[in-house]
């Protein structure tokens, strides 16, 4: 099991980019802001997991930095994904 | 008098430099006085850096209670995040209980910062107990040392208890604990030598140098577990402000907002400062230890005057150069 940390904040740079590409839609705003939040607390809590977490959250990073605005489909999968693997980890 | 302070400096500075072993003394002493003095230093830098992390906390509260009116604060009573997000907007769960996913922010209290506290002072008695031995001054086995042997003590107990019965802070409280562990043994080890031995010359011959070094790491993983928390604390208020600054449309609140992001930003470029002069901090007062260890245990015994006075010039110079570093230091907070 290895440290977190490098990976969780390369995401929550990619979130915060999101969110300023979002704009002034609440929904969207809320989702992104409270996964931002549930990066710092995992990273308070100096959370661990293997390669496969690992390699998950830079795909999903990548992912994240490729979301446009308006395309409502892709944001809600890729959200989604995020906060199933966010959750897992505590 | 000044003509007699004179003619007695002159015949102790002759008497000095009539002998090694005293001039031995009066480095050993130098070094050692460099050395507590960096080890202030370090243990000051740690103590305001907890006030900071307190205060980031703060705000952090408040920029979330502002953000929902479910997410609430009181005596007991920390905000819920829902995890992951609901429809409907809400940051905050609100009174129910905590689902899956879910994460409590929770305020920190004194209690909180008590372990790492506990540490820096235990730290410090070992400085004060190596600067009365170098310097042949009697020990304040009850005063200083025991009493933060005691307080150390206490805490192990506490630390034992907070990990039972609050998992929210599991990392921080396994390095806290390790960390006051390991200092408790380095001033244990000094206040069982007081008691064998009559001459602290042999109590000095009897600690052991490596001890303080692992101490020092420990030093090292707090500052990094309270950095990191500054750092979380301050990118979350960042994610609050943009959001709620990107759904305004009001001149004087966006100005506002827009002021409050703008400086979070520079927190958060001058967090990455604020790392590196701890750790500087800590590099100065390990590297006045290993030479202060290095002539009390290593070759530096076998030296001649000169290499000691050459060597204790250099070590007072680089000291000095990381001690002006952090008199530069921007204070971030």
């Known amino acids: ?90 | 008098l000044i003509k007699n302070i004179h003619i007695g400096h002159f015949i102790g500075l002759a008497a000095c430099l009539g002998l090694a072993a005293c001039a031995t003394n009066v480095i050993r002493i130098d070094r050692a006085n460099t050395m507590t003095a960096a080890g202030r230093i370090a243990t000051d830098k740690t103590r305001a850096l907890m006030d900071d992390v307190r205060s980031e906390n703060r705000r952090f509260l408040i920029d979330l209670v502002a953000s929902d009116s479910r997410c609430a604060i009181g005596k007991g009573v920390d905000p819920i995040i829902v995890y992951p997000p609901r429809k409907g907007l809400r940051l905050c769960r609100g009174n129910a209980a905590a689902g899956r996913g879910d994460f409590v922010v929770r305020r920190l209290t004194k209690t909180d910062f008590a372990p790492s506290l506990t540490v820096i002072e235990g730290l410090v008695a070992y400085l004060d107990a190596v600067d009365a031995i170098a310097s042949r001054k009697p020990l304040d086995l009850d005063g200083t040392i025991g009493g933060a042997y005691d307080d150390l003590q206490g805490t192990l107990d506490d630390v034992a208890t907070i990990t039972q019965s609050e998992p929210l802070l599991p990392a921080l409280s396994a390095d806290q604990r390790n960390a006051v562990k390991g200092t408790l043994d380095l001033l244990g080890e000094i206040l069982d030598q007081a008691v064998k031995v009559d001459d602290l010359r042999k109590l000095e011959r009897s600690l052991n140098p490596a001890a303080f070094t692992t101490n020092l790491a420990a030093l090292t993983t707090i500052n990094g577990r309270w950095l990191d928390r500054l750092d979380a604390e301050v990118d979350s208020r960042k994610a609050l402000v943009t959001a709620r600054l990107l759904r305004t449309r009001s001149f004087a609140e966006r100005r506002g907002l827009a002021g409050e992001q703008l400086g979070l930003l520079e927190q958060a470029e001058m967090l990455q400062q604020l790392e590196l002069q701890l750790a500087r901090t800590v590099t100065a007062l390990d590297t006045a230890h290993a030479a202060y260890v290095r002539l009390l245990f290593g070759t530096g015994r076998d030296m001649t005057l000169s290499e000691k006075r050459k060597a204790a010039a250099i070590t007072r110079g680089r000291l000095r150069t990381a001690l002006s570093s952090l008199a530069n230091l921007i204070t971030a907070f």
Do not use: C, W, Y
């Open chain 1, 1 to 90: 099991m290895a440290d977190l940390a490098g990976p969780l904040r390369s995401l929550r740079d990619s979130l915060h980019a999101l969110l300023i590409r979002i704009g002034d839609d609440p929904g969207r705003s809320n989702r992104v802001t409270g996964s931002i939040l549930k990066v710092n607390q995992l990273l308070i809590d100096g959370a661990t997991g293997d390669d496969g977490v690992s390699n998950h959250l830079r795909q999903l990073t990548e992912r994240i930095a490729a979301l446009k605005p308006g395309t409502g489909g892709k944001f809600d999968a890729v959200m989604g994904e995020l906060e199933t693997v966010l959750t897992s980890l505590g």
